[in-house]
């Protein structure tokens, strides 16, 4: 197989790292949880006692951090990171994070060091448009708010963490306007990317869509 490049961009809770880690996982290829990258920046610059608003510092902080795949989380700095960056705070803190224009430019680099040593399945806000804007095949996930925030309760309830609907769809209505209206690199659609609404589908749907996808651009193999 030639090397590959697999974007796959949406919104909070529109199913993208479940459907690009299984999309990764039939193809054989590396999957680039970026999300993750900002949520360990989160949970470091916690961890130092940092000002999460000084853009300078959390800038400097993302520079100094080296990142590796591993398919139960992300290794940052030679540390396994897991569920304790998929908590609620941390998730609010990455989101508020993710709109420094110094910290997405480090960010990029390395997603684009990563993608061009390897084929890859890489999912966040920004990959089709910004961090791999020749990606061989690029898909755009939506839904529902109340469709997002409702996959999101069910996530957090089943790992035993007690949350608010109401508040959970709020959440998700913030993070997707400071999404879209951040300076550097805010959350679109590609314009070759296909878009696929998730509200009404299974896991199992969006995956065999986007292999097809794949299939077609890699002339029927798989």
């Known amino acids: 197989m030639k090397h590959l490049q697999i974007a796959i961009d949406g919104p909070a809770g529109a ?6 880690r299984q999309v990764a996982g039939r193809l ?12 360990a920046i989160a949970w470091k610059a916690l ?13 400097q ?20 990171l897991k569920e ?12 508020a994070i993710a709109k420094m224009p110094g910290v997405r430019r480090i960010l990029v680099n390395k997603q684009q060091e990563i993608a061009a040593r390897q084929s890859v399945v ?38 035993g963490i007690d949350v608010n609907l109401d508040q959970l769809r709020e959440e998700i209505k913030h ?3 400071n999404d879209r209206t951040r300076k550097y690199a805010p959350l679109e659609q590609a314009k070759d990317a296909v ?16 292999m097809q996808l794949c299939r077609h651009k890699m002339g029927g193999e798989e």
Do not use: C
């Open 122 to 159: 890489m999912d966040g806000r920004d990959i089709g448009t910004h961090v791999l804007p020749e990606a061989d095949v690029k898909v755009f996930l939506t839904a529902s708010i109340e469709e997002r925030a409702f996959r999101r309760y069910k996530e957090l309830k089943a790992k």
């Open 15 to 20: 199913g993208k790292s479940t459907v690009a």
């Open 195 to 210: 878009l696929i609404d998730t509200t009404d589908l299974s896991i199992e749907d969006i995956v065999e869509s986007i």
């Open 84 to 95: 304790e960056i998929r908590t609620q705070e941390i998730s609010a803190l990455a989101s």
């Open 47 to 59: 961890r130092e006692n940092l000002d999460v608003h000084d853009e300078e510092a959390i800038t």
């Open 61 to 80: 902080l993302a520079e100094q951090l080296t990142f590796s795949l591993h398919p139960q989380g992300i290794i940052v700095n030679g540390l396994l």
């Open 175 to 177: 993070r997707d306007e």
């Open 28 to 39: 054989g290829l590396s999957y680039v949880d970026t999300g993750a990258m900002y949520r």
